[in-house]
């Protein structure tokens, strides 16, 4: 990828597939509502880049004094392994998970930061119910990747006391995210029991499913349905009875929320798309990169705006 100096000050989001986002059509909107004098621009890299590729990008970032900084999608870890020395600070979450989804400036020095444990704990806030954990639910995460660290940190929080899960299985379909998940949670003072299983196949997932018990939390963390075709099940697949069922993302195929969907009433299911999940991720970035905080009002006016843009499009896709 080659990258042109910037002639206006210009916000990046680093992602897969970029231009399919509603993120392109919305950032002018909130900017505009905001007050910002920029721009966005994406940055599309394959899934697991080239190290290389991650450190131009970052690098071009850091130089380029228009570049105002960005968020990262699905690269979290792979940027954070190849081109975390470039940065001149990491904040506490970055270091501990070993990923990040905010880069920002401050002084001239370059910051990043994982944004994913404060949004997605907004997002989780947002849709499972108070005192949810009583009924002694697990979670299962399929996808060992970034988001599921940041879930699984999120939801065995000291400050929940005893409203946490039974139990938390992450699952992924090859070993090394599942060896660092392991290592990287096992830095949590947690007392939830944690297990990681290697699923390679999609009927393994189902396995794993079917071992739930019921009102638990159900998450497609693995990008499948938006980064790749697909879901992380089988059509055969049967969700617990009473579940909450969360797919990260809102557009592409969203096979797997369709699989949920369709056992919602008799299974007794909630069904949560990554709408809120993508609201608070891009409000959070924008707070660091542009220096500015959202209250609660500013961000039901961005929702607002963001509804709007989304009834617009109605029946058309959403998309991060
Ligand atoms: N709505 C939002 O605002 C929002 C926010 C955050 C994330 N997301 C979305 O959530 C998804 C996950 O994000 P992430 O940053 O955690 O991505 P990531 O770091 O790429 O992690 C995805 C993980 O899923 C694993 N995987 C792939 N197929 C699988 C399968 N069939 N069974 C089990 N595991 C499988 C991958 O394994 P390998 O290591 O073998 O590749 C990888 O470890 C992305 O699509 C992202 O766009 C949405």
């Given at each position: 990828m080659s990258y042109e100096p910037n002639d206006k000050p210009t916000f990046y989001f680093i992602g897969v597939?970029?231009?399919?986002?509603?993120i392109m059509k919305l950032f002018p909107l909130w900017a505009e509502a905001l007050g910002l004098d920029a721009r966005i621009k994406g940055i599309d890299l394959p899934i697991h880049a080239d190290p290389q590729a991650y450190r131009e990008a970052v690098s071009f970032i850091k130089n380029d004094?228009?570049?105002l900084g960005a968020l990262v999608t699905t690269h979290k870890i792979d940027l954070y392994r190849a081109?975390?020395?470039?940065?001149d600070e990491l904040d506490p979450y970055a270091t501990m998970?070993?990923?990040?989804?905010s880069i920002y400036k401050k002084g001239g020095r370059l910051l990043g930061a994982a944004k994913d444990p404060v949004s997605g704990g907004l997002a989780m806030e947002a849709f499972i119910p108070e005192r949810f954990w009583s009924r002694g639910g697990e979670a299962l995460v399929m996808g060992a990747g970034g988001s599921a660290l940041a879930i699984a940190s999120y939801l065995t929080k000291k400050e929940h006391g005893a409203n946490v899960p039974a139990k938390i299985v992450i699952t992924n379909r090859s070993r090394p995210r599942l060896d660092s998940a392991r290592r990287l949670l096992?830095?949590?003072?947690?007392k939830t029991e944690f297990e990681y299983r290697l699923c390679p196949e999609p009927a393994d997932n189902d396995r794993a499913l079917r071992e739930l018990p019921s009102h638990s939390l159900v998450v497609n963390?693995?990008?499948?349905?938006?980064?790749?075709?697909?879901?992380?099940?089988?059509?055969?697949a049967v969700f617990p009875e009473g579940c909450l069922v969360?797919?990260?993302?809102?557009?592409?195929?969203?096979t797997f929320k369709r699989q949920a969907e369709a056992q919602r009433s008799r299974r007794g299911l909630h069904v949560e798309d990554g709408w809120v999940y993508f609201l608070h991720g891009w409000t959070q970035v924008i707070q660091d990169v542009f220096d500015l905080e959202i209250d609660r009002d500013t961000f039901s006016q961005l929702e607002e705006i963001a509804m709007s843009l989304q009834t617009g499009r109605a029946g058309k896709e959403r998309g991060q």
């Open positions: 597939t970029t231009a399919g986002s509603s004094p228009l570049a081109a975390g020395d470039l940065f998970f070993e990923e990040l989804s096992g830095k949590l003072d947690a963390a693995t990008g499948l349905g938006k980064d790749r075709p697909g879901s992380p099940l089988t059509d055969d969360w797919e990260l993302n809102y557009r592409g195929d969203l």
